[in-house]
């Protein structure tokens, strides 16, 4: 799992457009942006992107079961 990722660009809006069409069907999302201008001398602006409230894809609903079938049949799971 990604935690945080920053990757520098020279085509800010681009960019921005880019990650907006494409994260958007995974339910991921323009989030807060920070202004370097706020922090400590030389800090980069920031877009964040992330998971839109109560949003769950289909695909995290087929790990969800894979993992609980993963669980099940490891050793020393019990057994009904």
Do not use: C, Q
């Not at 991921?28 to 942006?33: E, K, N, S, T």
């Amino acid at each position: 799992m990604l935690d945080h990722v920053f990757i520098t660009v020279d085509e800010i809006d681009r960019t921005i457009a880019f990650y907006d069409a494409a994260l958007a069907p995974l339910g991921i999302v323009p989030g807060h942006d920070y202004d370097g201008k706020d922090g400590p001398e030389g800090h980069p602006d920031l877009k964040r992107f992330g998971r839109t409230p109560g949003y769950s894809s289909g695909f995290e609903k087929r790990l969800l079961i894979r993992d609980r079938r993963i669980s099940a049949l490891s050793p020393g799971a019990r057994r009904r």
